[in-house]
């Protein structure tokens, strides 16, 4: 037994990375690198408390069925490079509004990401409106 205490005691003691969000009711948390590891609080420090013992669960089942825990994901696990595979259309259509912008496709999709996962503010990536007429107008020509 005190070998598994002892694993656990080594995950608890990892920095994971934590997302908080305030609701509600409160604080909501959640530890991404560890699928369904979320708890809740009225308070910060309740939803902290709170997610510690949920981590404590976690990391004890997932030795239990799996016997492994996934160790925190550091920064340079992101390459900032991904692939993604999109249709005929929906690249006709980036392309042409990347030029309109006066970006690279790279440049411009980055921006739209950046902007959609909250990294910058909701204006339009160069300053013009890039509007569902002109994103209609384009499959039109």
Not at 24 to 37: A, K, N, Q, T, W
Not at 78 to 107: K, Q, T
Request: with cysteine; proline share 5%.
């Amino acid at each position: 037994m005190g070998d598994r205490s002892e694993r656990i005691s080594q995950y608890m003691a990892l920095d994971y990375p934590m997302e908080v969000v305030r609701d509600e009711s409160g604080y909501f948390v959640r530890i991404p690198d560890l699928p369904g590891c979320e708890s809740n609080g009225e308070t910060i420090a309740e939803a902290m408390a709170s997610i510690e013992e949920a981590r404590e669960l976690w990391i004890e089942t997932a030795l239990d069925t799996r016997g492994s825990v996934p160790a925190p994901r550091s920064e340079d696990d992101f390459s900032g490079r991904f692939v993604v595979r999109v249709g005929r259309s929906v690249h006709r259509d980036l392309v042409r509004i990347a030029a309109l912008e006066g970006m690279s496709l790279n440049a411009f999709v980055s921006a739209v990401l950046a902007r959609e996962t909250g990294r910058f503010s909701s204006e339009p990536v160069s300053g013009r409106t890039t509007a569902p007429a002109l994103v209609t107008q384009l499959r039109k020509g």
